[in-house]
């Protein structure tokens, strides 16, 4: 831990927030890389090409409308409402960074998700006649996935990081991602079908590690700065919502056409609605006077929909949804109250939004609930052909069976928590590196240093300020002058 | 009417609003509750359940996309949004009571669709061969409707009732909703697409009976709060656009597949267009120097979607739609400028939104309306199979002819504003019991007394403004006389 | 010039915003004249009338889910909430104009929708056979299509208009957009699925040509309100992120069932997330301190839509989508910081929201990108059927070759342009007359003249607040003297 510290002392130095030749720069290399490499590796699959007509013939398509397109679009688009208003607003509840909140989640989700049809592509839709990664909606909607886990770690180092910071936390979140996405997914042949392990988990952990790597010990000179007002918490109401909201297409994008897609669907939305009725009860439980607490509301309704992420397309059956949601209400909630600031205090974790107890604790959860719902699945519940369908049981995994799924779900979840925190202490190395235009410990959760923020007269009028900052002058000469004395 | 008064004072002590014991009672039993209620009674329909595979082979299904999930998954995802973005937003016009606004419609939707999922199940989806409730994405969209007629009754209490209470609301109005709507559908035979009747008339007369009941004399000691500030004007806006917006999904819904669903959004699309010229029209017109008033633009606009909920479905025409629209703008925005305070004064209803105006009144036109479409159905126009399918003249209800069909869908409207009224006025009853925690007269639209309202240095009341002005000034003439000196 | 500068002091009378009469008129003429105008002419079209079981049966159509209500719904409501979320509140971001951005907006689409229904119906879907309009799901869409050319319009005139002149300007909009759609899609057989040049080129020059017909010499009169506050600027990123995240469905929403729709979601999608990148780094390049400016966020940032909405359902290639997106942040972003200060200055064009730089030029870009795409097209890369089928090569159009198609392209574009200018010039001049009850120069900006803006104690400061609870006090003591005398 002492090479640690003398690492984080050599990279402290004096803050400088300009990020006028460093922003533009990876923006226009990084972007510019992005041409090239679509241009080599990136075309239609037969469903968005002009060949569908032929492909329709030959494979004996009787409708367009078997284009897998009107399968998953509607819940393609749910879940880009998600990632862009959804995780935006949900972040605009400080006081003075919701243009950092909505702006830098709208800049590394639009290059997250570019950089993500690559890495995917490689991974996982590579077609090795021609060498072309060959893209169409269900590509789209696992880069916005991709693109979740990173802004999932944003949420734990809102309002302290510059936007280059961000975009090298991208770079490096989405080839972590897709690397452990396969590892999970392909090797280990685990089901995450609304991604508990592979992109709460990993996010969770990814972020935590790099706020941990990230630590500042005197951030409470930024402590004015680190609440809400009225009308940001209501703002960040519309990003709770509409992630609440569309949660069951999240959870049912990817999943098996028909069956698949509707049960994912029926379970997210009743795990998250059990979650709102325990989370109201918890912070009404734990507050003075029963009053609740908008950070509850405004987070822990949602861990329910992250820990049905897994089981979400098993037969976890409607009250198994319920009592999944139940727990996670509870569990998260107590996590805002009680583990939260004892992070902060005692392992030097500063998770601005909470996202332990809304990502990486119910994302856990949610691996365990997988692994649970995948042993005790049998042909008697599900099906002969059911239960090949829905846990893939084909080809070279013919021969599993359910208690062997439960514990390729558990190494799944393992591999997952490795990667977060493994990965997130390497990039959070880089991070401090006194290169990328940090904001100081006093001027963090602040947009400030990066927007053009308007004169705003409606919170401050201008006489006001005017003898405020008369009177803290006359503060500081009188200490002067007691100084002198 | 005078034990009624007598009972009322009875039931007038000192109010505390402290609910952190009965807040999470309840919310812990109900939530409890229904998750023994699912495990005893539902289950995943076939199309949801992982046989789906085995019943399409059966029922000779040529393709996934005939899974009903494709035909209202978007759909409902639009209802999802109007029930929790939409009714949330629009009742965030008060300038201090947008927390409860949105946070308790959360809560009361979140346990409102599970209870709605076992009453409508036990009396439309329970499959007798084994006693179990199966259900897919139809149940989930109908759980939200039930849901909505509670919400509007929200809309009159809005601000002057307990979270407990809205749960004791909602509990009995779902109840009340599902035996009515059996009623009105199942045993009259009415139809009700859009539920003019069902949901919007019964929820708004619930609400305005209930509001009847819990008439707060003095109300005017909370006047300061109940008006609207710049901003909580703009957020209402959301909700009202994310409800016109997606109200034709709402009337197309649950509507027959194809043409039902088609004819269904456009008529409501045409409708509500209508109805929004009209609003500004009499708005204009009726105020002083012409200027327009928020509160119609906000709610009188959608009015229009209401009166065209029975009919949307019947082949009403596009200029049908259009006429519809156009009364109900007017009627509506009148209802605004003339009967609201009417009612305040006379009735002693307190209508916080004006639900009457923008749910009560439309529904019970949309119920004439329909009654007016189906007795005018005819052969020629909806032909022969058209008219079967159209009003589902099938089983038991062969030799139903269109003229009767009138008289049904009128006899539906009685029972829905009898349910309303009866049932209002009998929860409102228990809603005066002094046990909920209700707030007291000068404490109502305030969300102090529910939530932690972050301090808001925006907010700071004038006369703590005003002191630290002379505190400022005092400093400010203590420079100038030393500056002197 | 010397005439147009007579007639506009001709015009420059005395100002009086009172709409008491002429609003509620135009608004109450034309929705009756719509009334009659859609019972003469419009009906169902064969997919939402009663007739659709027998059309099915008839065509041999498998099932109800080919209906096109099923191919287009989602995107239509995507579309939907684009006009009237993202439109209104895009320009919600003027500190005092809120309520006009998302009102007017409001009002405008509202009356535009079925004018444009029936404009477009007379020129595209009339049946000849007995002389009616036959309207589906796709007739939907393209009404919305083409009120956002009023929309755009709409956004250069913003703050300086009278609700009155908005309909007016939308009645002509609408008018023109049919006339100049049907030249360029019909005779010319330009192909143009998102509307570069049709909606875009034409709304935005359409927008510029009537605000130079209005150029107020004296608008900074009006600058303390031309700016944003913190908060409105957060209600624009509502508006900015919908039109961002939806644009895929605007571009895909009337392409060919299939892949056309497939294709174009993509290259929209990717179009866009290039912007984001290049927009950023602009931004920040050209500001003092690297600062990002919110107004480009807003605006620029969509600049990869607009452009790629002719070529999206072209076989653009990923990396051409990207390519556009490139360039259109880049240019629309130095649009913001040279080019709108340099028209408002030299050409006299005050364009309130800048949308030169969002719609005019990407829309010329697009128009460009469609032209070359189309005439670089072979049957190598598009395969034989999917040529014919993707430019729609039959008919009278048998014989037209990819490089032909080119031409036909261009000659669209001007088209598009011609209409635009010219359109605007008439319009504008109309619009000068002083009858419509628009704000005088001091008074833009302003939502004050045509709403009733609630008293907002935030925004009165201190000092006033005292002096008025003085003023009141001291009334009412003197009210009280004279009491006593």
Redesign the interface.
């Known amino acids: 831990m002492g090479c640690v510290q003398s690492f984080r002392d050599m990279c402290d130095r004096q803050k400088n927030t ?4 460093s ?2 720069a990876v ?2 290399v ?3 890389a ?3 490499l ?2 080599v590796f ?3 699959n037969e ?8 492909h ?1 013939k030959k494979n004996n398509i ?10 998953r ?3 393609f ?2 879940v ?2 998600m990632i ?2 959804g995780f ?2 949900l972040m ?1 509840f400080l ?2 960074y ?2 950092g909140a ?2 830098f989640n ?2 590394i989700a ?2 997250g ?2 950089w993500a049809l690559l890495m995917q592509g490689w991974f996982h839709a590579l077609d090795y006649s021609d060498g072309k990664i060959k ?3 269900e590509n ?1 909607i696992n880069a916005d996935f991709c693109v979740a886990g990173c802004l999932i770690a944003y949420g734990a180092v809102l309002g302290k990081v510059s ?1 280059v910071q961000l975009l090298v936390l991208t770079l490096f979140g989405i080839t972590l991602f897709a690397v452990e996405e396969y590892i999970i997914l392909d090797l280990i042949h685990a089901r995450d079908a609304g991604g508990s392990m592979v992109i709460h988990t990993f996010g969770g952990y990814y972020g935590l590690a790099i706020s941990w790597m990230l630590y500042r010990p005197n951030l409470d000179q930024s402590s004015r700065l680190q ?5 940001s ?3 960040a ?2 990003g709770t ?2 992630l ?3 949660w ?2 999240f959870n049912s994008a990817i999943t098996d ?3 698949g ?3 994912a ?2 379970n997210t ?2 795990a ?3 979650t ?3 989370t ?3 912070s ?2 734990f ?1 003075k ?6 950070v509850h ?1 405004q987070n822990s ?1 949602l861990a329910g929909g992250v820990a049905v992420g897994t089981a979400a397309e098993f ?1 976890l ?3 198994g949804s ?2 999944v949601g ?1 727990c996670c209400g509870i569990i998260s909630t107590l996590g805002y109250i009680y583990l939260t600031p004892f992070m902060e205090k005692y392992l030097k974790i500063q998770d601005t939004c909470g996202i332990h107890n809304l990502h990486a604790m119910p994302g856990v959860i949610g691996g365990i609930v997988g692994a649970i719902t995948a042993a005790a699945a049998s042909e008697s ?3 002969a ?3 090949i ?2 846990f893939d049981f084909e080809g070279e995994f013919k021969n599993t069976d359910p208690t062997r799924q439960g514990g390729l779900q558990a190494a799944g979840l393992c591999v997952a928590i490795c990667f977060g925190v493994g990965g997130g202490i390497m990039v959070g190395c880089i991070l401090r590196l006194p290169i990328w235009g940090d904001p100081a410990d006093d001027n963090c959760f602040d947009d400030e ?16 300020q005017y ?2 900052h ?2 803290n002058k ?1 503060i500081a000469e009188s200490n002067f002058t007691m100084d002198q004395n």
């Open positions: 300009n990020v006028r030749m922003l533009p923006c226009f990084w972007q510019t992005m041409i090239i679509f241009g990136i075309r239609y469903e968005a090409d002009t060949h569908w007509i032929e329709r009787s409708s367009d409308i078997e284009n897998d397109f009107y399968f679009y509607p819940s688009q749910d880009h409402v862009f208003v935006g607003f605009t006081k003075r919701s243009f909505v702006g709208f800049l639009a290059f998700l570019q893209i169409g909606v789209l936007p609440g809400s007002v009225y009308h918490d209501v703002f109401m519309i919502l509409f609440w909201m569309f069951p297409s056409h028909g069956d897609q509707h049960r669907a029926i939305y009743l998250l609605a059990a709102v009725l325990t109201v009860a918890i009404s439980l507050q006077h029963g009053k609740l607490d908008m509301i309704t037969m059956m409607p009250y319920l009592i139940f519940v599900y099906g052909e059911g239960l369908n829905t240093p990066y927007w053009e923020v308007p004169e705003d007269e409606e919170s401050i009028p201008p006489i006001l003898n405020n008369m009177q006359d």
